[in-house]
């Protein structure tokens, strides 16, 4: 049955992207899991994008700041908040893919504009559709939320590689073999050094068969050398249950996979130079309904890296990455208003886009791939020196969703923000070594 979908509220102040869920789901299986289920952005049921005016030749970079009413961040103060502006790098010579759905017309456009308004160096941006490009139906809510996500993902990921080519591979829908089809292209293919993938829904309502497929795929990236990232979602410790009615104590595939880094939500705290100056767990949901995505899978044992820990599965996120909404960050997107404009955009899928350029920076500094990054940072995580070196690690705040309970930072790895945010500047090194 297809659910319903809601909205796009739009009004002179904000455009907040409600739920993309268009779910389609089959009568059931044995399993308890839908045969076919749409993913959503990892931005959550409710991805939010606030309006802050048309791109009208004002500079960007002076007029917009995380200490005005416009609660955001560009690139220059994302860049010096997490040390990127202290690198020699800027992931010339590796290639970031990023996997979406349908399309977004105008990002080539907006890519440009967004460069040229935050002082970065030009794109290099490929649009790839293996399956074919949905044609954009502007007046689909869904379509409009899936170009808003990729949006997000191109520009932030170039902000900090922005010597890297980014090949923008999109599924022809949202639907879970569509997205496993565009993936698994860029793998076969070996397109990159890193994919990026800012989506995900329960583990239980992937058809069993599809997460297992997904499964094989992930490890023959790994083989490959090439680094996998996924949000871990906006629903706090919840996920929408399948039929998209409700919400249930769940993590998020892909980013529950041993062979993806999970990047969870944070609130950063900088000032208007972007100088760091604290974070804590995302959480916003009294105010927007979002939270950063965390908890433990009910498919995957607990991996060897996390055999430390002593969990009983394994635990996600493995990292985590500024998520909040107030005090998000700055894109151009043409799309919901006809014309240029700056928005604001929060959550998760803010941060996988933004470690997928971390990784690339660290690959150009190696000189090759860099792979799979768990093993790595888990082991640096277990010395309080290399720690503080490494990452900041988030000790307060949760991810609970309404009633659902949900898990407390506290010092060392947790089910809310993982071994912490990067701390680029001894981070890149290490993983370069």
């Not at 002076?62 to 020699?88: I, T, V």
């Not at 591979?169 to 070996?190: C, R």
């Not at 583990?203 to 871990?232: R, Y």
């Amino acid at each position: 049955m297809k659910l319903p979908k809601r909205g796009v509220r739009i009004s002179c102040v904000a455009i907040v992207i409600a739920s993309a869920i268009a779910l389609a789901v089959s009568a059931g299986s044995s399993t308890g899991r839908a045969a076919t289920h749409a993913m959503t952005p990892a931005v959550g049921a409710s991805p939010h994008a606030k309006a802050l005016g048309l791109v009208n030749g004002v500079d960007a970079e002076p007029h917009f700041s995380c200490q005005d009413n416009a609660g955001c961040y560009s690139p220059r103060q994302m860049r010096k908040a997490y040390g990127f502006d202290q690198l020699d790098v800027d992931g010339t010579g590796r290639t970031i893919v990023i996997v979406d759905a349908f399309q977004s017309p105008t990002i080539q456009q907006d890519l440009s504009l967004f460069d040229s308004q935050f002082g970065l160096p030009a794109g290099n941006l490929n649009i790839i559709a293996p399956d074919g490009l949905t044609p954009f139906d502007p007046n689909d809510d869904n379509q409009v939320g899936w170009s808003g996500e990729i949006t997000l993902d191109v520009e932030w990921a170039h902000a900090i590689a922005p010597g890297a080519t980014i090949d923008l591979v999109l599924a022809k829908s949202n639907q879970d073999q569509d997205i496993l089809s565009a993936t698994k292209y860029a793998v076969d293919n070996n397109l990159g050094d890193v994919i990026s993938q800012s989506f995900g829904e329960g583990e239980i309502c992937m058809d069993s068969a599809v997460l297992d497929a997904q499964h094989s795929l992930f490890q023959q990236a790994t083989a490959k050398g090439i680094t996998l990232l996924a949000s871990s979602g906006d629903q706090g410790s919840a996920q929408p249950t399948c039929d998209g009615s409700d919400f249930f104590k769940s993590a998020s595939t892909p980013a529950s996979d041993p062979n993806v880094t999970g990047v969870g939500g944070t609130r950063l705290v900088a000032d208007s130079s972007g100088t760091y100056e604290s974070e804590t767990t995302w959480n916003e949901f009294s105010t927007f309904g979002d939270a950063g995505g965390g908890g433990f899978s009910t498919v995957y044992g607990t991996p060897s890296y996390q055999h430390r820990l002593h969990l009983a599965s394994r635990g996600v996120p493995d990292v985590s990455y500024n998520a909040a909404i107030i005090g998000g960050v700055l894109a151009v997107w043409s799309v919901p208003l006809g014309a240029p404009a700056f928005f604001r955009f929060g959550g998760t899928s803010a941060g996988s886009p933004q470690w997928a350029g971390l990784v690339a920076d660290a690959d150009q500094l190696k000189g090759g791939r860099i792979g799979l990054l768990n093993d790595r940072l888990y082991g640096w995580a277990t010395s309080p020196t290399l720690e503080s070196r490494l990452f900041h690690d988030i000790t307060t705040g949760n991810n609970a969703f309404g009633s659902i309970t949900g898990f407390d930072a506290v010092p060392g790895w947790d089910p809310a923000t993982g071994v912490g945010s990067p701390k680029a500047n001894t981070l890149v090194p290490m993983l370069a070594g």
